[in-house]
């Protein structure tokens, strides 16, 4: 040690902390004794504050700056016991610097499905998971609440009880929400916000806060979705006889058995048509008989959704809509959605219901 170290050591005491890590909130300066000279300097970074402790009581929070520790600048430490009169050098306390900057990056999840009951599908089970950030806004509440005498706490020790709060407000937020499970996807920020707000009160009481809390992803079970891909799968098909058609064209294209065995093929087919027509014909040839070809399917019936500030409400039948278009309540700017559509479309840009609104009486002459 030089003799200007051991100076600096004898008649001046600097307090500060430069953090080298990223998951450490609270750290305590050690001191031999936790002995501080009068008239140390005491320096407080952007994105920290600094509570002394004195004789187990909280004493003071310091704010970023440059602090020499002296009576006439610590007025709360003055008024405690023994500290009327001045200080006696060296004093015993404890600095505990904490950290209040952001932590990003924090994970969350459900570790087991959350029932909901969706208005088009019936009860569910819904897996959900996202981030969040934290910082501690109020460092004398977190160290009394959440620190205690932990000489260095990180935000390991804190992240599983915060996860739990936030897993069980999604899990009630959704439930009272009314979302459909399909418009979840599309209102995932919405409920970022709804959540945060929620458990907003609850931090509080940590001394913490959440700037930001993102749901990243609502999934339903594997056998749910495969139930739903199928659905899909079917709505993009269309026409099911037109579509197996095609498949048995294609598969007959692909299979290249030559030009003799296709000419064999539709020679075949050509001869069976012939027999055909002539049974249909009858024994004398008086014309076809009396079959009627099966009639078509019946066009799928669509049920629509309505979205009305912030709010979803249905399905709803043609006839449903119809009604809404006569009273006013569904207008051409209503957002509505069905299944197989993309996105929430005003009404009169979706041709089945835009059909409602022509058939509406004009207004009634001035009188």
């Not at 399917?297 to 959704?305: C, G, I, L, Y």
Request: net charge negative; proline share 7%; aromatic share 10%.
């Amino acid at each position: 040690m030089g003799i200007f170290d051991f100076l600096s050591g004898q008649f001046i005491d600097v307090i500060h902390w430069t953090d080298d890590t990223r998951d450490t909130m609270v750290w305590r300066f050690e001191r031999e004794g936790h002995e501080i000279k009068y008239g140390a300097k005491l320096t407080v970074r952007e994105g920290q504050a600094a509570v002394f402790i004195h004789e187990g009581q909280l004493a003071d929070v310091f704010t970023p700056g440059l602090y020499m520790l002296e009576t006439n600048n610590m007025p709360i430490m003055t008024s405690l016991q023994h500290w009327d009169h001045g200080f006696k050098s060296p004093f015993k306390s404890e600095v505990y610097f904490v950290n209040t900057t952001r932590f990003n990056d924090l994970k969350w999840g459900t570790k087991n499905p959350v029932i909901v009951r969706d208005p088009e599908f019936g009860p569910v089970r819904l897996r959900a998971f996202g981030t969040y950030s934290v910082r501690v806004t109020d460092p004398a509440v977190f160290l009394r609440e959440i620190v205690g005498t932990d000489g260095e706490f990180t935000m390991d020790e804190i992240s599983y009880q915060i996860r739990n709060i936030i897993v069980q407000e999604f899990s009630r937020t959704i439930a009272r929400s009314k979302i459909p499970v399909l418009d979840m996807a599309a209102n995932s920020r919405e409920l970022g916000k709804l959540i945060g707000g929620e458990i907003a009160a609850q931090l509080a009481e940590y001394g913490l806060t959440l700037p930001e809390l993102y749901v990243e992803n609502v999934s339903l079970p594997p056998a749910v979705e495969e139930v739903l891909d199928k659905r899909s799968s079917m709505g993009v098909i269309g026409n099911l006889n037109e579509y197996m058609q095609f498949q048995a064209a294609t598969g007959l294209g692909n299979e290249g058995a030559g030009a003799a065995a296709i000419q064999a093929g539709l020679g075949a087919g050509l001869g069976m048509q012939i027999g055909a027509q002539a049974a249909a014909a009858g024994p004398w040839g008086a014309g076809p008989a009396t079959r009627v070809a099966p009639p078509p399917p019946p066009p799928v019936e669509h049920v629509w959704h309505i979205a009305e500030a912030g709010e979803t409400s249905g399905p709803f039948s043609k006839a449903a809509m119809g009604r809404k278009v006569t009273d006013g309540t569904l207008t051409r700017t209503t957002l509505v959605w069905t299944a197989g559509q993309d996105g929430w479309k005003p009404a009169d840009e979706v041709m089945e219901l835009a059909q409602l609104f022509t058939v509406m009486p004009p207004p009634p002459p001035a009188l």
